[in-house]
Nanobody, 114 residues
Framework: QVQPVESGGGLVQPGGSLRLSCAAS????????MAWYRQAPGKQRKLVAI???????TYFDSVKGRFTISRDNDKNALYLQMNNLKPEDTAVYYC????????WGQGTQVTVSS
């Protein structure tokens, strides 16, 4: 499988918003639960949000109520709408299946700072 391509990161002030996108290839995408992960400097990669093939969602860490995961199976695209961003959301964000079936992509850097 080809690694996914994440985009949409950047520098934003606390309280701001960003929308991340992930383009994935192959038949894995539509058949599997997809997820966003993040890795802060010096820390392990952690699960942020999951969306099943049917659209059910689960959120982890402290993002509940602020982040929204969504998917477009026709486009093999995964999204993460991030609102009310906090400095602790600073990390490199990655997408993958819930079972980590793709090689890891480059990720997209999100920096929340005033």
């Amino acid at each position: 499988q080809v690694q996914p391509v994440e985009s949409g990161g950047g520098l934003v002030q606390p309280g701001g918003s960003l929308r991340l996108s992930c383009a994935a290839s192959g038949s894995l995408f539509s058949r599997n639960a997809m997820a966003w992960y993040r890795q802060a400097p010096g820390k392990q990669r952690k699960l942020v949000a999951i969306i099943t093939s049917g659209g059910s969602t689960t959120y982890f860490d402290s993002v509940k109520g602020r982040f929204t995961i969504s998917r477009d199976n026709d486009k093999n695209a995964l999204y993460l709408q991030m609102n009310n961003l906090k400095p602790e959301d600073t990390a490199v964000y990655y997408c993958n299946t819930r079972e980590i079936s793709y090689p890891w992509g480059q990720g997209t850097q999100v920096t929340v700072s005033s």
